[in-house]
């Protein structure tokens, strides 16, 4: 090899070599998009569109099905109670029934200590016999100087049929007692005046009671209903005859019925005084006017037998109108 073809070394003082020059890259035009990218895109848009318009359809068919057929979760059962209070005093010496017993028109309850009442009508018995001799006597000397006519004075005869008039007075009043004692005697028995249910009882044998204490509750079984409390948005739909279904929270089976009512009034707080006489005003917010509830009456027309019935029991309850009539 010759010198020439020797290639110089690198090295200080001598020229690097040079390069070998390289071709610059050549421009290439952008690629187009896939039409599927741009499908995949508009998808999204598409099915949220199609979820808000699903969801305002719902919300729509909602409140036209709420306003159709208006509904509450504020129903309570309600029923009526009687209170069994004495009007006699003395000792209970009769106790047949026991707390949550089924009672009936006319059972016994309980009875009191009749000494002293059958006593008191012998008493009474005697006053009105020896009232009615007393008048008997009376009656008859007046009689007798009605009799004799002119041998009798004027003043004679007035003040013999005064007598017998003050005696028959006390033969009436005698008889009033014997009523009343007997009577007497007869409230020693208490008897159940309705179908119920013996609730809370609180006397016990050889209790002393008084007239007038209450000792006792029976539930009316007879008298059950159901209060819904409506939004007074939602009672121009409701009529009464309209039929209702109610669901009780603890019970899956639906009691039926019908509107038995609508009350015609509800507390107003704004309508009471302070001790000065001025009317009392809540303050409200303009922006936020809450609804009022009204007590609607339900009667019950057809219960499930499995169901059982308790006083103050929550529940939904719906009313269907029917279907001819529009909201006003």
Known sequence: MSTAER????????EPPLAPAVAPPAQTSPTPLPRRRRRFRVLPFLATLIVVAIAGTLTWAAWKTYMGAPWTRDGRVRVYVVTIAPQVAGNITQLPVVDDQVVHKGDLLMEIDPTNYKIAVDVAQAAVAQAKAT??????ESE????????ASEEEKEVFLSKALAAQAQYQQMQANLQQ????LQRTRITSPVNGFVTNLQAQLGDYVTVGERRMTIVNSDSFWVDGYFEETVLGSIREGDPAVVKLLGYNALLRGHVAGVARGINVADAASDPSGLA?????FT???????????????????????VAGMTGTVQINPPSSRTNP
């Open 287 to 309: 922006w936020v006017r809450l609804a009022q509830r009204v007590p609607v009456r339900i009667a019950l027309d057809d219960v499930p037998s499995g169901v059982r019935l």
């Open 135 to 140: 008048y008997d006597n009376a009656n008859a």
């Open 181 to 184: 004692a007997q009577v007497n």
């Open 280 to 284: 009392e005003v809540n303050p409200i």
């Open 144 to 151: 007798r100087r009605e009799k004799l006519g002119q041998w």
């Open 7 to 14: 290639r110089p070394e690198t090295g200080r003082g001598r």
